[in-house]
């Protein structure tokens, strides 16, 4: 049973003044357990090419049918569903750095507080017992 099918394939984006054709032409087939690794340089359109897939953006031309479902005549609210129902995403830039930010802002904050509050020996103790909940390094084990 084929899960993915692609027949000419083509998307273009503006860069500024210019036309960027980041997929031309694509042909694939994927059947069902079949496993398919998406090789090449930096800018080869790979990336494009798995948010075609997976409805996150539109091609300019050809036919992309996924799990039996052609994704060019949806709208953006049937893209939403199919995409809830059928496909799973692990962005490769998903904000860190943000998040790290976040974190030692939550920690920093919470421990000026124990600071303020507790006598010296009990400080970094709670400190490092509540930054291990919330990152659950209290219940991790080693490979």
């Not at 000026?112 to 490092?128: I, K, M, Y």
Request: aromatic content about 8%; overall charge positive; charged content about 20%.
């Amino acid at each position: 049973m084929t899960i993915i099918e692609i027949k000419n394939l083509t998307h273009k984006f503006s860069l500024g003044k210019s036309e960027v054709v980041a997929i031309r032409g694509v042909n694939l087939q994927v059947s069902r357990g079949e496993f398919v690794s998406l090789v090449g340089p930096s800018g080869s359109g790979k990336s494009t090419l798995l948010s075609l897939i997976g409805g996150l953006c539109r091609p300019d031309r050809g036919e992309l049918i996924v799990n039996g479902h052609s994704l060019i005549p949806m709208d953006e609210n049937r893209l939403a569903i199919f995409r809830r129902k059928h496909i799973g995403f692990i962005f490769q830039s998903f904000n860190l750095f943000q998040i790290s930010l976040l974190w030692r802002t939550l920690l920093y904050l919470y421990c000026s507080a124990v600071l303020r509050r507790e006598s010296e020996p009990t400080r970094p103790r709670r400190c490092l017992r509540w930054w291990a909940s919330l990152t659950d390094l209290t219940t991790s084990r080693r490979n």
